[in-house]
């Protein structure tokens, strides 16, 4: 069994080199963190994750949770670890100041929840949860509503919980038919949510749903859908949890992945209706909802990463220690360890090269939301956002659909004991497949991204981006990477014909534009990867110049790029003919033909 | 009470060790570096003892290169009030770290020190006894439990066969054993507090103090590799190569 390592050399490569750590330091909020407070919060944090999290992994998935008599008890070890987590004052790290958190910026935050999420996935679900409604307090709730439920979520005393989904309102929330009907100074809430993550537990003394809901005369469809807070225990006076509310678990769900986490059906209001408090105004809660939107899936998308780096630990480890035949073209000698076989290393490069450029982009896009929030300069924020947005759909939907890959190659490199769940790696593959799911499918990135944000725009943004890429690929020339330019060069040309052919087609024909939106997603992340890669190939190379530099780490940094130069970017130019040619056989086959 | 504890830089336990291939040393050299895991201890013991009100200050000191006030950062965070790094480039043997420790003591007059009973780089464990000697202080290597009673410290020691009970009068250096206690878990906001902490650097120099090597390393290499086993027939077999081939008995 191998135990995981924050890998923290490349997590701080990304963050200083890659993401602009300088850059995001000199916002003005930021200034704590400063590249040696980063290093140890990571280091404290791989630890914590080493010691702590890691272990409980594999005997959750086992578990998994229970429910008994509308109580749900978390496998076993989590209420201790979560306790720890709590009084470390990790739930606390971006927190705001004045609600006792730490305020540091997503760059380091969301660095960390990868450090989670590698090492037990189900349980960090419910900080991220809480972190999720937290945010939405601090835009959208009162200063009553702030100062009576932040501080407590912020330590972790209580945790949140987001509740969108029921059984006819999925992808589709303008089908959300759950009542609140006001009474004196709050709404009696009447439904049923599913799909609740961390929906009713033992960890915390309280637990803080956000429900989206209709009021009684509210316009039919998205529009009139409000928020309401909605707590397990209606704080008293004195802010301290009381009566129990009419929030009953009524099932939890069998699922194929993250055991640990239990997945509930929440029933609001079977007695006399579940007391809630309304948050911001009426009618505008799936637009607050998608405010935090961003952050949540940058979140999934790093989930994806975390696993894929758990799931290439996990096959390295087991790569250097099996042994089996000899190396290839040799009869007589030692049995090697199957690392020493081509096919093997392929495998375990594919697995490493994917997810440091996923990685890279990542906390490329966590710098641009903390920019996009602090920088001085308003027409910088709004760059920043246009290019946060557009790049959040690729984060969530690329990352976590190559996660699966990634993941199911680990599989692959156990041979047959891959497949027996004893060996640990099925559950890594098991765990990530949920993560091109929730929070929007890969179906739903995709539309989001050729509709909302590079057909809303004629492709302004993706196109500035796309100049971006050519700036570094045109200083590829003399370096590292020079013989495998071409492939990145390739690579830039077929995601910008494809951009065009979107840009050109989605204001006529938005149908065909959907029916290739995953591929062009696809294509985006394959290419914005490669870019991340050249860059850090470059900026490697002159680090090596140095007199103390890592050579291994930049080294192996060098031929990580080329890889994925060299493996990854030839993907590139077939997606894009699959972009601009592959529309019209998708619609050929009518429904009915099926 | 003021306690001095010292910190010592040294290759993450959890990283495999190479040798350097010219055998002048180990590779350090972009290593991943943590705090001596006995130093951990004795930290974690003085904060315990603050926090039960027998401690009123805690002074972090470490001996090495620049780098080392990461660990001296790591020591504030875990609970030291504050940190002095002395600063020296070369390899510092522990003679040199007792004499620096010495100026140290006589500059900040502590009624205890808390050492690591050894460092797991070169497995020395030597600078605690050496202080104790060169400051003419009690000592107690080797602690398992510590307490406080008036002007002594009462130590619980592992010595071979058990445990053994010493009340050694203060001032006095203690090194902890592992059993002491459990390191706890650095907390983020002490993270972020140590930062604000206090860290003064000074140079031996400074102290007084020389701490050139005084001990040449001729050749560091790995140790051979175990070779096979085999397999014995009877006990009388086994005694006898016991006694001929491995002449232990």
């Known amino acids: ?594 | 009470m003021k306690v001095l504890v010292s910190v010592k830089r040294v290759i993450d336990p959890y990283v495999k060790v190479r040798v350097k291939s010219d055998g002048s040393g180990v590779e350090t050299a972009n290593v991943k570096m943590a705090m001596n895991p006995f130093c951990e201890i004795a930290m974690e013991q003085a904060v315990r003892m603050k926090e039960a009100g027998v401690v009123s200050e805690i002074v972090a000191v470490s001996v090495g290169t620049t780098q080392s006030q990461e660990t001296l950062r790591t020591a504030m965070a875990m609970g030291a009030d504050r940190g002095i790094l002395v600063e020296a480039d070369a390899d510092v043997q522990p003679l040199a770290v007792a004499k620096v420790m010495k100026a140290i003591v006589e500059k900040e007059s502590p009624r205890l020190v808390i050492m690591g009973k050894q460092a797991i780089d070169d497995d020395s464990n030597q600078s605690g006894q050496m202080l104790a000697a060169l400051l003419g202080w009690a000592q107690v290597a080797f602690a398992s439990k510590i307490e406080i009673n008036g002007d002594n410290a009462d130590c619980t020691r592992e010595i071979d066969g058990g445990l053994e009970k010493i009340a050694a009068k203060l001032p006095a250096v203690v090194t902890a054993d592992l059993r002491l206690n459990e390191p706890r878990y650095v907390t983020l906001p002490n993270i972020m507090k140590a930062k604000k902490k206090p860290l003064e650097t000074i140079k031996p120099d400074a102290l007084g103090v020389d701490v050139a090597p005084r001990l040449t390393t001729l050749k560091v290499e790995e140790p051979a590799k175990r070779g096979a086993g085999v397999k014995v027939a009877d006990v009388a077999e086994l005694v006898a190569k016991l006694k001929n081939e491995a002449k232990v008995l």
Not at chain 1, 152 to 160: N, P
Not at chain 1, 350 to 369: G, I, N, V
Request: with cysteine.
């Open chain 1, 1 to 594: 069994m191998s135990e995981y390592a924050a890998p923290v050399k490349d997590m701080l490569f990304a963050i200083r080199e890659l993401a602009g750590l300088s850059e995001v330091t000199a916002l003005p909020g930021c200034e704590e963190a400063n590249a040696e407070l980063v290093a140890q919060v990571l280091e404290e944090a791989g630890k914590f994750a080493r010691d702590v999290l890691d272990p409980l992994n594999r005997q959750s998935d086992r578990e998994g949770a229970r429910l008994a008599d509308g109580k749900v008890t978390a496998p076993q070890g989590f209420k201790a670890a979560y306790q720890q987590f709590v009084e470390a004052g990790w739930n606390g790290l971006g927190g705001q100041p004045q609600h006792g958190g730490q305020g540091l910026p997503h760059l380091v935050a969301m660095p960390v929840e990868e450090i989670w999420s590698s090492a037990c996935l189900s349980f960090c679900l419910g900080p991220m949860l809480t972190s999720g409604v937290l945010e939405a307090l601090r835009i959208h709730g009162s200063r009553e509503q702030q100062d009576l439920y932040c501080p407590k979520l912020t330590s972790g005393e209580w945790c949140g919980t987001m509740n969108l989904t029921e059984p006819q309102a999925g992808s589709d929330l303008s089908a959300v038919r759950t009542r609140a009907v006001p009474e004196g100074d709050h709404y009696r809430i009447q439904g049923t949510k599913i799909f609740i993550t961390w929906g009713e537990h033992d960890l915390a003394e309280n637990i803080v749903h956000l429900v989206l809901a209709r009021t009684p005369n509210a316009p039919e469809g998205v529009k009139g859908i409000s928020l309401f807070i909605v707590p397990k225990f209606v704080p008293k006076a004195d802010g301290e949890p009381g009566e129990r509310n009419d929030i009953r678990c009524v099932s939890i769900e069998h699922k194929l992945g993250i055991h640990g986490s239990p997945t509930c059906v929440l029933a609001y209001g079977d007695e006399k209706g579940a007391i809630g408090y309304r948050v911001g105004e009426e009618n505008r809660g799936l637009e607050y909802m998608f405010t935090m939107m961003n952050h949540a899936r940058l979140g999934v998308g790093l989930e994806g990463i975390a696993l894929a780096e758990r799931a290439y630990q996990h096959a390295l480890e087991y790569a250097k220690t099996r042994v089996q035949g000899r190396e290839i073209g040799q009869r007589s000698g030692d049995r090697v360890t199957i690392i020493h076989h081509p096919d093997v290393r392929r495998m375990l490069l594919s697995m490493k090269a994917q997810t440091e450029a996923m990685r890279a982009l990542a906390y490329f896009a966590a710098a641009l939301l903390d920019r996009s929030k602090h920088h001085p300069d308003a027409a910088q924020r709004r760059r920043d956002q246009a290019m946060l947005d557009l790049l959040t759909p690729v984060v969530k939907g690329w990352c976590t659909e190559q996660a699966i890959e990634i993941a199911s190659t680990g599989v692959q490199i156990h041979g047959g004991m891959g497949f027996i769940e004893e060996a640990g790696a099925a559950q890594y593959l098991r765990d990530a497949r949920i993560t091109t799911i929730y929070e929007g499918t890969t179906g739903i990135q995709a539309n989001d991204l050729v509709g909302r944000k590079v057909g809303a725009e004629a492709g302004a943004t993706a196109l500035a981006l796309i100049e971006a890429m050519r700036g570094v690929e045109s200083k590829l020339e003399a370096g590292p990477l020079a013989d495998a330019r071409g492939n990145l060069k390739d690579a830039i040309d077929g995601l910008e014909q494809a951009t065009r052919w979107i840009v050109d087609s989605f204001p006529r024909d938005a149908k065909a534009v959907a029916a290739v939106s995953v591929p062009y997603l696809k294509l985006f992340g394959t290419v914005s990867g490669g870019w991340m890669m050249a860059r850090a190939a470059l900026i490697a190379s002159e680090q090596l110049k140095q007199p103390d530099a890592d050579q291994d780490f930049l080294e192996a940094k060098l031929a990580t790029a080329r890889f994925y130069a060299e493996h990854e970017l030839p993907k590139a130019p077939a997606l894009a003919r699959e972009v601009i040619h592959g529309a019209a056989s998708v619609l050929a086959l009518d429904p009915a033909k099926f």
